[in-house]
């Protein structure tokens, strides 16, 4: 506990001792200076280049919906900027494997990073993260940063990686609305076969003379009110008879066949709206800043790591020959 004590430092022992050994720490600082200005030249760390993409993906996801459909209900506007949302999923989807395996094809970043090991995708997956960053911002925009030796090719990078996230997005509608194209195709077909069945049959009783049942009773009923002569009322009453065993048939074909009709109408229109979802396209995103070539290096920070260095270096040195001064103290007595 005493031995602690002596080891105690206060604002009197620091100033004590800096004055004492300024010209000592002036040199281990001007050294520190000057070495941490050389290991941090280009030499040493190779400088890099910033690039950013700021992009607002879209709201919409179904062409068809949004631009087919009736302006009080339309749910979707393809003009809207993203909101939180879009922005997660735009995220989810830049670092999807699919966009990534695409990133590393497309700009042979296996052979532009030098990846050269015994786990090579490791070390490319350590050198992406450090080098490609997407981040949401703070107004719900989706920015994509990237960090390279060469500044074209940061921009080319950025430009190509925002590029590729309309392609690999529209790539992935594409499959599910194909599938659903084709659900509905074969639905349609289907409702036009159970429809054109329908006519057929109604057909077939409009060759027995049975048009419109509820007409031709009407009018037979009538002719029977209006009729004296006998024969002519033998003759009216053997057409409705005749009429009335198909009553039932007709009247389950003519119903049924108005439902289906309207069903229909209603898969002709999913039908068009699924084949402008798969014909079609528009932008994924909005771009508010493209990348350029940087002019000026973004990494290392050299004048940071200098003053980082030189502060760590002197308060080490600072502490050292505080300690070696209280020593030299307690020898003495």
Do not use: C
Request: aromatic letters at 8%; a positive charge.
């Amino acid at each position: 506990m005493k031995q602690s004590k002596e080891f105690e430092f206060n604002f009197v022992d620091i100033v004590s001792i800096i004055s004492l050994k300024r010209r000592p720490l002036l040199l281990i600082g001007a050294v520190s200076v000057l070495l941490s200005s050389i290991f941090s030249g280009p030499f040493f760390i190779k400088p890099k280049y910033k690039s950013e993409v700021v992009f607002y993906p879209t709201t919409i996801n179904s062409i068809g919906n949004a631009m087919f459909t009736d302006l009080t209900q339309r749910q979707s506007d393809p003009l809207a900027f993203g909101e939180e949302e879009e922005a997660e999923n735009a995220l989810q989807l830049l670092n999807s494997s699919a966009l990534q395996e695409r990133i590393v094809r497309n700009f042979d970043l296996i052979n532009h990073y030098r990846i050269d090991g015994q786990s090579p995708l490791t070390d490319l997956a350590k050198e992406m993260a450090k080098n490609i960053l997407f981040k949401r911002t703070r107004h719900l925009a989706v920015s994509i940063t990237v960090l390279d030796e060469d500044p074209i090719k940061s921009a080319e990078i950025a430009n190509g990686i925002a590029a590729l996230y309309d392609s690999v997005k529209t790539e992935i509608q594409k499959q599910v609305s194909l599938e659903a194209l084709q659900i509905v195709k074969d639905e349609f077909k289907n409702k036009e076969g159970e429809v054109w069945d329908l006519r057929t049959r109604l057909k077939d009783l409009g060759k027995k003379g049975i048009t419109n049942y509820e007409e031709q009773s009407r009018a037979i009923s009538e002719e029977l009110y209006k009729a004296v002569n006998l024969t002519k009322i033998k003759v009216l009453k053997k057409q409705q008879e005749e009429l009335a065993k198909y009553a039932g048939e007709f009247t389950y074909l003519n119903e049924t066949l108005i439902l289906e009709l309207e069903s229909l109408s209603k898969l002709r229109k999913r039908f068009e709206k699924a084949k402008v979802d798969v014909e079609k396209t528009l932008p994924q995103k909005f771009i508010l800043t493209s990348a350029s070539p940087a002019e000026k290096k973004s990494y290392p920070i050299r004048w940071l790591i200098v003053v980082i260095v030189t502060a760590i270096v002197m308060f080490s040195s600072i502490v050292v020959l505080l300690i070696s001064n209280k020593k030299d103290n307690l020898l003495e007595k």
